[in-house]
């Protein structure tokens, strides 16, 4: 199973070419970017995503994915003001996905296969309206995305927009056949169990959020530090028809050795 990394990690710093060789050297064997704009200026196209593509290049890691954008800031700290595209006005949306369009015209210089998209944000409730803006969103970022290679994951998050349930309904109701899910194994605890959510996404898994949590919050702790089952989170994502990378994406610390955690995260899930 290939083991990836994504940039979240380092969410808090410019991402630069050193930072990226440390996860290399934890084990990843492929890369997802968090599209921050204080971590990766994904419209800074004539300098800052020219540096991190000479690297992808002369590297020969692959981009598996690129995390769409959340927030417009370029202080993650303050977070604001959401990016959103089940946002109840319109020239919201729109602007929501002029955002994540600036994202995924990274692949025209990284390539890319897959772009990890959220419904709404955290604790979104649902109504028909906000599913109705949310498929008219992903079938406007489909279209923008297809001809650049890239595939639209949705994203089960703590939201009622992005059950396993409403995903699933979603992708029947949309009939859009090229999307598909990133599962996050931490979200999946906090909202049911990994086991439930599975068995419902599973023959739409394309990608995957590997982090633990006691449960209790979001906390996106490496696995083994919360209470998740990885010995049956691992036999799980084996029986995906299309396995998925095991994909980590965890909250950085400071002073922490990243390459070090990483390496034993790899081993522990593994041996799982």
Sequence with gaps: MLKAMSTYVYVRERLHPGLLDGLVRGGAEAIEIFAARGHLDYANRKQHVVEIAN??????????????PM?????????????????GEKRKRVEAMDEIKRAIEIAEQI???????????????????????????????RAFAKPLGVTILLENIPNDMSTPERLLEFLNV?????????????HAHLMSSVEEAFALLKKHVR????????????????????????QQA????????HVPPLLMEIEGHEKADIPRDMSAAYRRLEAS
């Excluded at 633990?212 to 490496?222: E, R, S």
């Excluded at 691992?234 to 028809?241: C, F, S, Y």
Aim: proline share 7%.
């Design 55 to 68: 690297w992808f290049r002369t590297s020969g890691i692959p981009l598996n994915s690129v995390h769409s």
């Design 71 to 87: 927030y417009l800031d370029y202080d993650w700290e303050r977070r604001t003001p959401p990016i959103n595209i089940t946002d």
């Design 174 to 186: 949309t009939h859009f056949p090229d999307v598909g899910i990133c599962f996050d194994f931490g």
């Design 207 to 230: 990608s995957t959020h590997v982090h633990d949590n006691k449960k209790d919050v979001d906390a996106h702790l490496w696995p083994g530090q919360g209470n998740i089952d990885w």
């Design 234 to 241: 691992m036999e799980l994502l084996k029986t995906a028809p």
């Design 111 to 141: 390539p890319f296969r897959f772009l990890v998209q959220h419904l709404g944000v955290g604790g979104e409730d649902f109504n028909d309206k906000k599913l109705d803006a949310a498929m008219t969103c992903v079938e406007h970022l």
